[in-house]
């Protein structure tokens, strides 16, 4: 029945963006076909549910990439104890969001500032995204967009494809967009993983690797239904895929600062829309 529901849900998801489609008869059903098999597969692998021996090996590389994000994660709390003391101790004060959560998302934005500089993130947004171009036939800026939100934000993801972004068709642009609200930025992902997992090292390991996985299978998703809605009408997509540049800081250390600025303005922009929308709700 959990299967069945899954297939269901699926096609109606796939009914109701062919009726608000642009160009129905457009529409590239091979690259959406692939895009589904490639989420069946990644939860296949992922989730083993057969427990195939060779598949345990993938499950387990999720495990341990969310332990050590995990690990990572909690370097940040060495930062936050000297700035806030014993406002972390939650035996004495509970679990206080602004000083358990938010100063995760400064740590992690400044790491991927860091990632960013040394062009470590780039090779891996690269590789993804040379697959995509490959097996999807989407553009090279498609691609590296959409391969970028894996990792990174709304903010940081375009910065990689800038050069491209003036001469983007409506396709492309609604494909950057989407793929953007499909997939969990980095910092929203700490957050996530600080808030629901808490002071419990396991269950923040275990909501990492859900996390991860979701926000890998949903990249394929996004794909699937932008281009369902606005499929592409050129015949000719560029795939080029040079990264751009810019805004990278001019050192390392200029990384690091930048990364934990802008990381700071997202946790304010969390604490301020939180509070906002709480007491709203609580005020309706």
């Known amino acids: 029945m959990d299967i069945l529901r899954g297939i269901l849900g699926i096609t109606f998801i796939i009914i109701v963006a062919f009726l608000f489609s642009e160009h129905k008869k457009n529409i590239p059903w091979k690259t959406v076909g692939i895009g589904i098999g490639i989420q069946i597969l990644l939860a296949f692998v992922i989730i083993n549910p057969l427990e195939v021996s060779i598949l345990e090996y993938f499950r387990k590389g999720f495990d341990l990439l969310g332990k050590g994000f995990v690990h990572i994660l909690d370097f940040s709390k060495d930062g936050t104890k000297f700035l806030f003391g014993s406002f972390l101790d939650t035996e004495k004060h509970g679990f206080l969001f602004a000083f358990q959560v938010l100063p995760t998302i400064i740590f992690f934005s400044a790491i991927t500032s860091v990632l960013f500089y040394f062009g470590i993130i780039q090779k891996i947004v690269h590789f993804l995204a040379l697959l995509m171009t490959k097996i999807l036939k989407l553009s090279g800026a498609e691609s590296l967009s959409v391969a970028g939100n894996i990792f990174l934000g709304q903010t940081e993801s375009p910065l990689m494809i800038k050069a491209y972004l003036p001469k983007m068709s409506r396709s492309e642009i609604l494909l950057v967009m989407t793929g953007g609200m499909a997939t969990i930025a980095g910092g929203v992902f700490a957050a996530y993983v600080a808030l629901l997992g808490g002071v419990d090292n396991v269950d923040s390991v275990k909501f990492a690797t859900i996390l ?35 805004d990278l800081g001019s050192n390392a250390i200029h990384a690091l600062a930048k990364g934990a600025s802008d990381g700071l303005k997202l946790a304010l922009n969390i604490a301020a829309m939180l509070l906002a929308f709480l007491a709203f709700v609580y005020m309706i």
């Open 212 to 246: 991860l996985t979701a926000s890998i299978m949903n990249a394929p998703a996004g794909i699937v239904l932008s281009k369902i809605f606005i499929p592409e009408s050129r015949k000719e997509i560029n795939k080029n895929l040079n990264i751009s540049s810019e």
